[in-house]
């Protein structure tokens, strides 16, 4: 077995005030990827819906910010403790909708648990600050919550891309709204249980289920004071120009086309594991996978050994599947527009036979486009799935100058065995994250994940130290008690 379905079909609610509501919306079914069988169905909120739930939301806004930050933490350690009890479900629940293998849903939750942990050791480290500016005066500052927030999730990390905004917006005192994926709704169902189970005041951790209509309404709510978003780059603007637009702040992380660049002295072994697992790793449905390998030089026998790697290995066990049809039919379609473009089809991963009683899901292996031109749309677009497209040029020089051209921000990396060699890249490269022998370069906990260009829109990255300054607001109180303290500056 790859992976345990749910046994029956989940009917996904939202929690409104700490109730379980289902919404009254058009009802989506959930297929498994997996299985091609309906798990799950959802709909889509009203905007009444909508309003209840951030209205809820905030009547216990006053309850939640008057904890002092240690009494909050010890919900979110309740909540930690459930989460890590409930991993295998948890893990089979995230893998069953989004099409990731078990093992790599349970390791995009540890990844999230991470953030979690950077969010229970705020209430020892985030003590402010307070100081004598004047003789007699002093300064002190606080963070200040800034009510009910909202973190709006894309499809392939159910669990792991919520836990990146929810820990820390709650630690600082905010009451949190999760709009997960239309797509995959059933894994935050559980997380909410755990919410409920962890005995979070009702309305402090709420769940809205529901697609663009539902989003475009939680966005515009006067009350919603911060949006959080990780999706796909056109979403990802229009979502941070609708929130900026109403004056409120938003962090919306986009898509990602991610360049690996091979040298020739690179080493062997290293390399064709670290490019193999960065662009199969969850059917390449994350933002961090490689899709461009940038070759320099004469790395052929290097470029052999990642082909045939990738022609072993075994879906289902090995790689998991395609979140939907379309998006399986948009790969497909991105691999023979490629081949009419001139490019050569060196591993083509295209129609596979399915792993056995899985004959229904949405399968595709591992595909390797070889001489592309870096002007064609498999060098250029985000394909989100397990392909990796081989651009050649004659040196490094070359290579940065693409990379340079790439208009998303996320990830480069370097395959090398010569500082000097990763020193020039790393200095060079446009991205957020960069990786030197590493094709999936996230970075650990309390450095922060985010990256630049049409991968990010907002400032400060997404987890670490520069989010806690978007989910809260700074408080300075001056003070000065004593007539003996001298009139100066200000005072
Ligand atoms: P998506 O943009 O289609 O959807 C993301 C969320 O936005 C969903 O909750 C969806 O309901 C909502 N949504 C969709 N259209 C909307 C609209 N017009 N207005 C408001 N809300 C809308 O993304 P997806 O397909 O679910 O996820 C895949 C994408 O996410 C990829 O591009 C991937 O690179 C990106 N991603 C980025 C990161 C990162 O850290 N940069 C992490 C994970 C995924």
Same mark, same amino acid.
């Given at each position: 077995?790859?992976?345990?379905?749910? !046994?029956?079909?989940?009917?996904?609610?939202?929690?409104?005030?700490?109730?379980?509501?289902?919404?009254?919306?058009?009802?989506? /079914?959930?297929?498994?990827?997996?299985?091609?069988?309906?798990?799950?169905?959802?709909? /889509?909120?009203?905007?009444?819906?909508?309003?209840?739930?951030?209205?809820?939301?905030?009547?216990?806004?006053?309850? *939640?910010?008057?904890? $002092?930050?240690?009494?909050?933490?010890?919900?979110?350690?309740?909540?930690?403790?459930?989460?890590?009890?409930?991993?295998?479900?948890?893990?089979?629940?995230?893998?069953?909708?989004?099409?990731?293998?078990? #093992?790599?849903?349970?390791?995009?939750?540890?990844? @999230?648990?991470?953030?979690?942990?950077?969010?229970?050791?705020?209430?020892?480290?985030?003590?402010?600050?307070?100081?004598?500016?004047?003789?007699?005066?002093?300064?002190?500052?606080?963070?200040?919550?800034?009510?009910?927030?909202? =973190?709006?999730?894309? +499809?392939?990390?159910?669990?792991?891309?919520?836990?990146?905004?929810?820990?820390?917006?709650?630690?600082?005192?905010?009451?949190?709204?999760?709009?997960?994926?239309?797509?995959?709704?059933?894994?935050?169902?559980?997380?909410?249980?755990?919410?409920?189970?962890?005995?979070?005041?009702?309305?402090?951790?709420?769940?809205?289920?529901?697609?663009?209509?539902?989003?475009?309404?939680?966005?515009?709510?006067?009350?919603?004071?911060?949006?959080?978003?990780?999706?796909?780059?056109?979403?990802?603007?229009?979502?941070?120009?609708?929130?900026?637009?109403?004056?409120?702040? !938003?962090?919306?992380? @986009?898509?990602?086309?991610?360049?690996?660049?091979?040298?020739?002295?690179?080493?062997?072994?290293?390399?064709?594991?670290?490019?193999?697992?960065?662009?199969? =790793?969850?059917?390449?449905?994350?933002?961090?996978?490689?899709?461009?390998?940038?070759?320099?030089?004469?790395?052929?026998?290097?470029?052999?050994?990642?082909?045939?790697?990738?022609?072993?290995?075994?879906?289902?066990?090995?790689?998991?599947?395609?979140?939907?049809?379309?998006?399986?039919?948009?790969?497909?379609?991105?691999?023979?527009?490629?081949?009419?473009?001139?490019?050569?089809?060196?591993?083509? =991963?295209?129609?596979?036979?399915?792993?056995?009683?899985?004959?229904?899901?949405? *399968?595709?292996? $591992?595909?390797?486009?070889?001489?592309?031109?870096?002007?064609? /749309?498999?060098?250029?677009?985000?394909?989100?799935?397990?392909?990796?497209?081989?651009?050649?040029?004659?040196?490094?020089?070359?290579?940065?100058?693409?990379?340079?051209?790439?208009?998303?921000?996320?990830?480069?990396?370097? +395959?090398?065995?010569?500082?000097?060699?990763?020193?020039?890249?790393?200095?060079?490269?446009?991205?957020?994250?960069?990786?030197?022998?590493?094709?999936?370069?996230?970075?650990?906990?309390?450095?922060?994940?985010?990256?630049?260009?049409?991968?990010?829109?907002?400032?400060?990255?997404?987890?670490?130290?520069?989010?806690?300054?978007?989910?809260? #607001?700074?408080?300075?109180?001056?003070?000065?008690?004593?007539?003996?303290?001298?009139?100066? *500056?200000?005072?």
């Amino acid at each position: 077995m790859l992976v345990e379905l749910p !046994a029956s079909v989940v009917t996904c609610r939202n929690l409104t005030g700490g109730q379980w509501r289902e919404p009254s919306g058009a009802v989506r /079914e959930i297929v498994s990827p997996y299985s091609g069988k309906v798990i799950g169905k959802v709909g /889509e909120s009203s905007q009444a819906e909508v309003a209840q739930l951030v209205e809820a939301a905030q009547a216990a806004f006053p309850i *939640w910010r008057a904890m $002092p930050i240690k009494e909050r933490a010890q919900y979110l350690f309740r909540f930690r403790e459930l989460m890590l009890a409930k991993l295998p479900q948890l893990s089979h629940r995230a893998a069953a909708e989004a099409g990731k293998t078990v #093992d790599e849903a349970k390791a995009g939750i540890m990844k @999230g648990i991470e953030v979690l942990e950077f969010a229970l050791s705020l209430q020892n480290l985030e003590v402010g600050g307070v100081m004598e500016v004047s003789r007699g005066v002093t300064c002190q500052m606080s963070r200040e919550p800034l009510g009910v927030v909202a =973190g709006i999730a894309p +499809f392939n990390f159910p669990a792991m891309v919520p836990l990146w905004m929810y820990p820390i917006a709650l630690a600082l005192g905010n009451c949190f709204i999760l709009k997960p994926s239309e797509k995959v709704p059933l894994t935050s169902q559980l997380i909410g249980e755990i919410a409920v189970e962890s005995g979070f005041p009702a309305g402090v951790f709420s769940i809205l289920n529901g697609a663009r209509a539902t989003t475009e309404a939680l966005i515009d709510h006067p009350l919603v004071k911060a949006v959080g978003f990780v999706g796909s780059t056109p979403v990802a603007k229009a979502v941070y120009q609708r929130a900026t637009g109403h004056g409120k702040r !938003a962090l919306c992380l @986009g898509g990602a086309k991610n360049h690996l660049i091979v040298v020739p002295d690179a080493d062997p072994a290293m390399t064709v594991k670290g490019v193999l697992d960065s662009f199969i =790793g969850c059917a390449g449905q994350r933002c961090m996978a490689a899709s461009l390998l940038v070759a320099v030089g004469d790395v052929d026998s290097l470029l052999e050994k990642v082909k045939a790697a990738a022609r072993d290995v075994k879906i289902g066990a090995g790689m998991g599947a395609i979140i939907d049809r379309a998006a399986l039919e948009r790969i497909e379609g991105i691999i023979g527009r490629a081949t009419k473009d001139g490019a050569e089809l060196a591993v083509d =991963g295209r129609k596979p036979l399915p792993p056995k009683g899985y004959e229904a899901g949405n *399968w595709i292996a $591992p595909t390797v486009i070889d001489r592309a031109a870096p002007q064609m /749309e498999c060098a250029q677009q985000e394909i989100f799935g397990p392909v990796l497209t081989i651009v050649r040029v004659k040196n490094l020089a070359e290579a940065m100058a693409l990379e340079s051209q790439n208009e998303f921000g996320n990830a480069t990396s370097v +395959f090398t065995t010569s500082g000097a060699v990763a020193r020039y890249v790393a200095d060079r490269a446009t991205t957020g994250m960069i990786g030197v022998n590493i094709g999936v370069p996230v970075p650990r906990e309390p450095f922060s994940f985010g990256g630049t260009k049409a991968s990010k829109f907002g400032q400060g990255d997404m987890t670490g130290a520069s989010v806690l300054d978007f989910w809260s #607001d700074l408080k300075k109180v001056t003070t000065k008690w004593s007539m003996q303290a001298d009139h100066n *500056w200000m005072s």
